[in-house]
């Protein structure tokens, strides 16, 4: 069983056990919620229990607080935008090893757990995740922007600080790294839009 499927297990055997249950959210009716947690309670349930809102988590979780108050049992939902930074699997593994003496064979398979969870999650979010790469915010300013106004939150004088230019393919540099990807993480960094050149070493 999954996270989600426990979770959709624990509402529906709660909204049937108690009428005063309900739950009140953003898309959770007819859609059925953005991961599918509530997918098929309209239909068992009604839109009573099982209410869309306009798009106000203030006006959401208000509610659902003052009904409450009066013996209620209101779920509440709220959504949100998410933002994913991939960055090359080869610079992960190298800053990790050079940094803290991890593994690489481990580190290059946390990524690729890591990578496909971010394409899951693309595919369950839709427009609702930005799937951005660490090194197309570095060399343009343009993308970094566009992370700031996808979340809502003005731009401030430090964000570039936390951006490191030097940090991609340092592995080049250094004479001591001497590691290949393996074919699987291979592949998805190139479905990702990293070139060849940019994940062979020229070092196994």
């Not at 959504?79 to 090893?97: C, K, T």
């Amino acid at each position: 069983m999954t996270y989600l499927q426990a979770i959709s297990d624990a509402m529906r055997e709660e909204m049937r056990a108690d009428e005063r249950v309900f739950l009140m959210g953003e898309d959770i009716g007819v859609f059925g919620g953005a991961f599918k947690v509530t997918e098929g309670f309209i239909d068992e349930f009604g839109p009573m229990r099982v209410m869309d809102t306009p798009l106000s988590e203030c006006g959401i979780l208000g509610t659902a607080v003052g009904m409450a108050l009066y013996g209620l049992r209101p779920v509440p939902e709220i959504q949100f935008l998410a933002i994913g930074l991939v960055r090359n699997p080869v610079d992960v593994v190298h800053s990790s090893w050079r940094r803290w003496g991890s593994d690489p064979e481990a580190n290059q398979h946390e990524w690729l757990r890591a990578a496909r969870n971010l394409q899951r999650l693309s595919g369950l979010l839709g427009p609702r995740l930005a799937l951005l790469r660490y090194e197309d915010v570095v060399r343009d300013p343009a993308r970094l922007d566009f992370a700031h106004a996808f979340a809502g939150v003005p731009r401030s004088r430090e964000s570039r600080g936390f951006l490191h230019a030097d940090s991609i393919q340092k592995w080049r540099r250094d004479p001591d790294f001497r590691f290949a990807l393996a074919a699987p993480v291979r592949d998805l960094a190139l479905e990702l839009g990293y070139r060849p050149e940019e994940l062979a070493s020229g070092r196994s």
